[in-house]
Nanobody, 121 residues
Framework: QVQLVESGGGLVQAGGSLRLSCAAS????????MGWYRQAPGKQRELVAS???????NYADSVKDRFTISRDNAKNTVYLQMNSLKPEDTAVYYC???????????????WGKGTLVTVSS
């Protein structure tokens, strides 16, 4: 099983920056994709950003040009740099790792416990 541990959450004022880290218990090059999701009160968990093993990235429209996902394979860590934070970014942020197999076909998602990001006005 892949264990994921997030860190870096906290309280920040609107317009500020924060960097989240996700440390994996396995070499992340073995994972097909990693990403960050968030869940705000009363809302479903949503994808914030993802990065594949081929280094392609994807971002939610709401965070494009503000957030950047990256990884350090040597440290088995994925980062989410969050700039120009807005109150609506307030949520619990979860690290996700995806393992995909083609023969046979299956997908397994692993999740961290989450780290709280609070953006004040």
């Amino acid at each position: 099983q892949v264990q994921l541990v997030e860190s870096g959450g906290g309280l920040v004022q609107a317009g500020g920056s924060l960097r989240l880290s996700c440390a994996a218990s396995v070499s992340i090059f073995r994972l097909n994709a990693m990403g960050w999701y968030r869940q705000a009160p009363g809302k479903q968990r949503e994808l914030v950003a993802s990065i594949t093993s081929g280094d392609s990235t994807n971002y939610a429209d709401s965070v494009k040009d503000r957030f950047t996902i990256s990884r350090d394979n040597a440290k088995n860590t994925v980062y989410l740099q969050m700039n120009s934070l807005k109150p609506e970014d307030t949520a619990v942020y979860y690290c996700n790792a995806r393992v995909r197999n083609s023969q046979p076909v299956y997908v397994i998602d692993y999740w961290g416990k989450g780290t709280l990001v609070t953006v004040s006005s």
